[in-house]
């Protein structure tokens, strides 16, 4: 059996699983529910209305990528899918019940829709689970390729040796010529001048994944060479592409110009924009009103808790390059910056006891709520950085203005992925490359996933 047939078998696995653990979730909801006057009638008037909705939910599933194997994200990734695919199911399933409802079926199930979603929910991720830690025990990973060979490729090899939930195994790289170098330890896989021999390799080493960091274009042998491999169904990726698959980063010091034009086709997110609009227009709204009766409560305490005022503004860069006036709880000493704008960092001595609790729960940022509403911010989007960092970090990091492409949000790609603080021209790359991706690939699906990860941050108290 191929790499691709295994992968697919495992793929069928997950589904039926997953279609068996939607049924006997119903089955388990409807006995806890109905218990003792549970019968075969409940079943059946149940069954087709569930069964409509348990269409949409693996549909929904399928596109939030949770039958990926080769390139999962791990527990928390997993979790964080499975979480954003159920909200979306449900909403699916109110709006099937809603207009079913009388035309092709007569239940109304409220309890039994959210008590079966939470055992769907639960079972599902320990039945991913199980399958992905079986398929790491049986030692039976991807075969990886890796063609030429730079620092972004040594960057992939890090990541794939690090993170074994992504099923790969480096199995050999290729080289067209002894005078390229690689480290000491990679030399005994290390082929050089196997261009011709390329699909004998494949077939030897069981390669299902051809990462390459030279372009076909430029090398004729090895584009004849990966045309003769198609038979064999393999993944091939351009370096740039895979490592922006696996890591959530666009590779900033390898694109150019040119990528902008090709990947920011602005037309195409103009419905997305309008609904992201109305989005954030509406939920800072209810959420303001929300918090309002603890703003209070809030202000009594910073101002117990240390000298100063209860608020605190500072002139942040927004969309285009245009500065807003940033409005937060203030969680630091008075007169913080006296000696002029400095980085925050981890464990800032100038943060109060209180004002730490309140940005590890994001709490500070209520007030930023109204800079939404106002339009200078989105709830989504890149951290709003200071003009004079903006001025500092665009001479000395590459696209760095790109960012400001977009309107800057209270939460985001790069504050949920990145590092803590982008305290220096290190970390501040680090999370450019965040924003750039958000930037290429900003979507509803992402922006919930985004919002669902903050909620998790939050819960957690591990917010900065």
């Given amino acids: 059996m191929s790499n691709n047939s295994v992968i697919s078998f495992k793929k069928y696995i997950l589904i039926f699983g997953d279609i068996a653990i939607l049924y006997f979730s119903l089955w388990l909801t409807l006995i806890i529910r109905y218990q003792a006057d549970y019968n075969t009638g409940l079943w059946l008037k149940h069954f087709w209305p569930f069964t409509m909705v348990f269409a949409v939910w693996l549909i929904i599933f399928y596109i939030d990528d949770l039958y990926e194997i080769n390139y999962n994200q791990g527990k928390a990734g997993l979790l964080s899918r499975l979480l954003r695919s159920m909200l979306i199911g449900i909403i699916f399933a109110i709006i099937i019940f809603y207009l079913g409802q009388n035309r092709l079926f007569t239940i109304r199930p409220q309890r039994v829709l959210f008590i079966d979603a ?16 079986l398929i790491k025990i049986s030692g039976r990973a991807n075969g990886l390729m890796i063609i030429g060979y730079n620092k972004l490729a040594q960057e992939v090899i890090t990541e794939i040796n690090k993170k074994s939930q992504f099923g790969l195994q480096l199995k050999t790289i290729i080289l067209d010529s002894e005078n390229d170098e690689v480290p000491e330890k990679l030399k005994a896989i290390t082929k050089y001048n196997q261009f011709d021999n390329l699909k004998n390799i494949c077939i030897d080493q069981k390669i299902n994944t051809i990462i390459s960091t030279v372009h076909p274009r430029e090398n004729t042998k090895l584009s004849k060479s990966l045309f003769e491999c198609l ?45 992201k609009l109305l989005f954030d227009i509406f939920f800072s709204f209810i959420l303001l009103l929300f918090s309002l009766p603890f703003i209070p409560l809030i202000a009594l305490i910073i101002k117990l808790d240390s000298k100063g005022p209860v608020f605190f503004t500072q002139i942040r860069t927004g969309k285009d390059g245009k500065t807003f006036k940033a409005i937060k709880f203030r969680t630091m000493v008075e ?23 309140l940005r590890k729960t994001r709490i500070d940022e209520i007030p930023q709520l109204i800079n ?41 790609w790069a504050q949920i992925m990145g590092p803590s603080y982008g305290g220096s021209k290190e970390e501040s790359l680090e999370k450019l490359q965040y924003d750039l991706f958000y930037l290429k690939n900003r979507s509803l699906a992402l922006d919930l996933s985004i919002l669902l990860k903050t909620v998790r941050t939050v819960l957690s108290v591990k917010g900065q």
């Fill in 372 to 412: 939404v509403l106002w339009g200078e911010m989105s709830l989504i989007g890149p951290r709003p950085e200071r003009p004079e960092f903006v001025q500092q970090l665009e001479t000395d990091i590459p696209f760095y203005r790109e960012r400001l492409l977009l309107k800057p949000g209270l939460t985001g």
């Fill in 118 to 133: 939470a055992f769907v929910t639960i079972l599902i991720y320990l039945w991913h689970l199980l399958i992905r830690s």
């Fill in 335 to 357: 007169n913080a910056e006296h000696n002029g704008p400095q980085w925050a960092s981890q464990n800032d001595p100038r943060v109060t006891s209180w004002g730490r609790f």
């Fill in 231 to 275: 038979p064999l169904k393999i993944n091939f990726f351009e370096v740039a592409t895979f490592y922006e698959k696996i890591t959530g980063k666009i590779p900033v010091t390898t694109i150019e110009q040119i990528w902008f034009l090709e990947n920011l086709s602005e037309n195409s997110k103009k419905p997305y924009e309008s609904l």
